[in-house]
Structures are given as C-alpha cells and as structure tokens.
C-alpha cells in the first residue's frame, strides 16, 4: 500500500520532482532540421554525429545580445563549445604539440564556408565566445537565415556568421 502511495505522489508530482530534466519547450515547425558535426578520426573511429533543435536544447541554453549589420538584436542558442563537445576533439596531452594546426570548417546550405583556426575557439585558448543558434530576438530564426546559425559576436564583420549552418568539421592543416 505505500508503495503504491509512493508511485501515485510520484507520477502526481511529475518528473522534474524526481530531478529528471524536461527539455524546455523547442519550435516544433523546425525540429526535423539537422546538421552534422565531424571531428577527428582514429585509426578504426570517426566521430561525427547529427544534431537536431531538440538535441540542442539539451544543452545549456545561452542567450546573446549584439549587433547585425548595426541592428541590436538578442540570440538564443547554445555554446559552439558543448556542440564539438559531442566529438573527438584537438585536446589533452596527445595534441600539446600539434593543437595550434587544427581548424574548424563551418559549411553553409548555400555553399557558403568560414574558417576558424582551433586557437579562436578552444577556450584553453581564449575568451572569444562562439554560439550556434536558432533564435532571434525570441522567435526561430527566418528561413533565409536559419534553422541554424553560426554567431561570432564581437567581430566587426559578419562575414564567418554562418547562416543555414549544415556542417561543423574540425581538420588537420597538412
């Protein structure tokens, strides 16, 4: 009987009481949309996987304000680091030798890519902040810009922010 109890509060009480996270509410119009994250392969292993909206939000949200073409503008989405968390990254003491020769090819829908060498990103070593989003000013991105889009707040051009974003892959300079 109190076992019985005990379930019934339970399931009353729903998840979040028992400290499982319920992911926050996505836009369900883009949450089909995917695209791939590459890094580096081993001898037998490549680490790649598919990412969607519902993925992303599971992972710590962020929110960013700045500017767009001198327009004020406030982001949502996630931290570029906890995304290439999800594979094989330059990191540890295997790669204290060669982690300055990596980089991070951003690949847009339209063909469009932008570079970005593993020192701008990896956060041993800098404070630059990168974010991959789906949120402008609290609605999905527009289609002309999204459902993903890589931001580099800060810089004075836009030109490696990434709209359509359909592939991050980390690579080796040879």
């Not at 379930?7 to 028992?18: D, F, R």
């Not at 982001?75 to 906890?82: P, R």
């Not at 339209?110 to 020192?119: E, I, L, N, P, T």
């Amino acid at each position: 009987m109190r076992r019985a109890a005990l379930l019934l509060a339970v399931v009353a009480m729903g998840l979040p009481a028992q400290g499982i996270r319920i992911p926050k509410e996505f836009f369900p119009e883009i949450a089909a949309a995917s695209f791939t994250v590459t890094g580096l392969s081993g001898a037998m292993v490549t680490s790649a996987v598919t990412l969607t909206v519902a993925d992303l939000w599971m992972l710590p949200q962020q929110t960013v304000k700045t500017t767009d073409h001198g327009t004020s503008v406030t982001f949502g989405g996630v931290l570029l680091t906890d995304v290439l968390a999800k594979v094989t990254i330059p990191a540890g003491e295997a790669y204290n030798k060669t982690v300055s020769s990596y980089y991070l090819l951003a690949e847009a829908n339209d063909g469009y890519k932008a570079v970005f060498s593993w020192a701008e990103i990896d956060p041993t070593f800098t404070d630059r902040k990168v974010y991959l989003v789906t949120r402008r000013d609290g609605k999905p991105l527009t289609e002309k810009d999204g459902p993903f889009e890589l931001i580099v707040p800060g810089e004075k051009r836009n030109s490696r922010w990434v709209r359509q974003l359909k592939a991050l892959t980390i690579k080796r300079a040879d």
